[in-house]
């Protein structure tokens, strides 16, 4: 141990950073690739079938979304998701299902602070943002849009 | 073969997507609240210039899978409302086009939410 109890903030910063599990980053993004991969060909198995029964492309990739959603959702509520994300890292977040378990996870956390500012606000704790800045962006490139075609 | 095909560059699209999300997070220590924004907003302004789309052709579920995928239907469906009805189209076709999505991860959120029980950490 390191009894020295007087260190800057600096010293005591690197002397974290020598304490800190060293991550391996080949080893991470080999991870996350496969697991990404294999969550996304899930996707892709959710979509053939549904096509299979004569749903056309685009209603298929909407089933594709909702299952993966439900499948997020109820993985996050049986503390199985978390397990997974330790392990996969942005593999199991950059997916859908990890906006999904984006949502359950915080809400579940506040849930004592009561259903309507504990559950239901803290839904919304990284979904929210994500929906500001996705529907904003999308406001903006209809609105350009809009512009480009007003002048061709 | 051919479905296999499909599947490898179904698998390699996501992997790929995913993987540049896990090298974001270990080289910047950016959050992972901040990945999903960042591949949302990312999404819908790559498909709005024509870049997404031909990786979705491309990629198919391996696209639309990630986050990303999110903000190419937000972007479709803005572009696709606006050539439909105009002005107005700019504030209803994002939403529309993310509709399912949105309105299948609150009520699948809210009742997953609500049959959980608190973990103790």
């Known amino acids: ?152 | 073969m051919e479905i296999f095909m499909i599947y490898l560059k179904v698998f390699l699209t996501g992997g790929i997507i995913c993987s540049i999300g896990q090298i974001l997070i270990d080289k910047t220590k950016l959050t992972p609240a901040r990945i999903l924004v960042i591949f949302v907003t990312l999404g819908t302004i790559l498909t709005a210039i024509g870049i997404y789309g031909p990786i979705v052709e491309f990629g198919a579920a391996g696209a639309t899978v990630p986050i990303s995928g999110f903000g190419y239907c937000l972007a479709n469906g803005v572009m696709k409302e606006v050539d439909a009805i105009g002005f107005l189209g700019i504030f209803i076709g994002g939403v529309k086009g993310a509709a399912a999505g949105i309105a299948s991860a609150v009520v699948f959120g809210f009742i997953a939410s609500l049959i959980a029980k608190p973990t103790i950490k």
């Not at chain 1, 007087?6 to 010293?11: F, I, L």
């Not at chain 1, 049986?78 to 999904?100: E, M, Q, R």
């Open chain 1, 1 to 152: 141990m390191n009894s020295n109890v007087n260190m800057s903030n600096q010293e005591y910063s690197d002397f974290v950073d020598t304490k800190a599990k060293k991550s391996n980053l080949g080893k991470n993004i080999l991870l996350a690739f496969v697991v990404g991969g294999i969550i996304c060909s899930i996707g892709q198995i959710i979509s053939d079938i549904a096509m299979n029964y004569g749903v056309a492309k685009q209603d298929a990739t909407c089933i594709t979304t909702i299952v993966l959603i439900f499948l997020g959702a109820f993985l996050t509520a049986l503390n199985l998701y978390a397990k997974i994300g330790k392990f996969a890292g942005a593999g199991s977040i950059v997916p859908i299902t990890g906006f999904s378990n984006s949502i359950v996870a915080p809400a579940i956390e506040f849930k004592t602070e009561g259903y309507i500012l504990g559950l239901g606000a803290n839904m919304f704790k990284v979904a929210g943002p994500v929906l500001v800045y996705g529907i904003t962006t999308s406001v903006i490139v209809g609105f350009v849009y809009w512009l480009i075609k007003l002048f061709i």
